[in-house]
């Protein structure tokens, strides 16, 4: 679900940081693509789904990134499949979300 090298490369302290900060941010992110969706605003959907697509890419999260790339495609050319997709991906951030909070129990 996240890249394993992580824990090898970086102490722990630093890697639940960053994992702390990705599911804020991540959280914020589709928040954001989820109103937008509800607004029909395909410009912000992209936006947000860009930015989730690249924290995605730095902590390994290969599932969040290639469905967050899927929507940025598909909202820019409006698909029809767009709404599967982000719901696809509610589902798999929130499974992503509990692996970490299991790794990384809160202190």
């Given at each position: ?12 302290e ?66 029809i ?27």
């Amino acid at each position: 679900m996240i890249n394993a090298n992580l824990k090898e490369d970086f102490d722990d302290e630093f890697v639940s940081d960053l994992l702390k900060s990705y599911v804020k941010g991540g959280k914020e992110s589709l928040e954001n693509i989820q109103s937008a969706m509800t607004n029909d605003d395909h410009k912000s959907i992209s936006f947000w789904a860009h930015k989730l697509k690249g924290s995605s890419r730095m902590i390994g999260a290969k599932q969040i990134e290639e469905l967050s790339s899927s929507i940025e495609k598909r909202a820019t050319n409006k698909d029809i499949l767009l709404r599967d997709d982000i719901e696809d991906l509610g589902e798999k951030f929130d499974a992503l979300v509990l692996f970490i909070e299991n790794q990384f129990p809160a202190k």
